[in-house]
């Protein structure tokens, strides 16, 4: 590449940061796309290098501005569970522009479920399903776009597992009681957002050896049992564990995308192989690293 300038989508979410502040420690030049230049989050990242560009996705233009100078491109979407449409005429608008600009490089991140053939009969009749497929659907228009490309899929994401997001997967979990529609035996392939960022940049870094590539990853498998332990020795309280009825989650899932998830993560564990994740080079974090470090998150 002749120089290094990267385009970050989506900056002030936990990927878009993390990839921000891993390509700035690596040389990197960083676009950050913000919807709000003034925010505190928008903020830190301009304090820390990045150059912020006011836009989002559904406005082109903005894309456009902000790809001005770069020639990387990382992409990653929210799923929108009503507009079936939204993340793959985003995706396609985007890639156009990219294209156009002379990006020689995207790297996409997407969802470990698409490593299961049959997700897709899986997701039938699940609430999550646009979030899931849509992004298969995008890594599509990825591969299509004739700009070179790695796509990455992390595992299940640590940050479930504690405030603020642990209030809406495991309501209970603040009060010593993680209430779930895992199974007994469930085995998370568990993975620090933060790492996310490192992946990518190591791919930004070594697009040779990437190019073309769908990297799965996770820093840890744990089951169910052991993750529950490690939060109540990190909190220093014990949680007991209840897992919901089969008549219980069918009724729930239906409604709440975040226990949806929990039994679309049953099995997980399966699509991810950590010793080639090892192979990778990048040292990822485990989940008492991460409960250390986010320490007053940890049932909140």
Sequence with gaps: MSHKTALVIRATGSQ????TEHLLKAGWAVHALVRDPEDARALALKKIGASLHKGELSDKSSVEAALVGCTAVFLNQMPSLTDRSAETREAGAALDAAKKAGAEFVVHSTTLPLNDPNIK?????????????DKGDVEKLVKASGIPFAIIRPGYFMTNLIGPLSSYAFPDLASGKFLTSFETDTVLPLVDTYDIGAIAAAVFEDQPRYAGKTISFAGEKLGIQDIVKELSIVAGKE???VFRTEEETAKESATNPFIAGQTLSIGLHKLVDIEEVKKLGVPLTSFRQFLEKHKDAVLT
């Design 121 to 133: 009969e899986k997701l039938e009749k699940s609430i999550v399903a646009p979030a899931i497929l």
């Design 16 to 19: 878009g940061k993390a990839v």
């Design 239 to 241: 949680v007991e564990v």
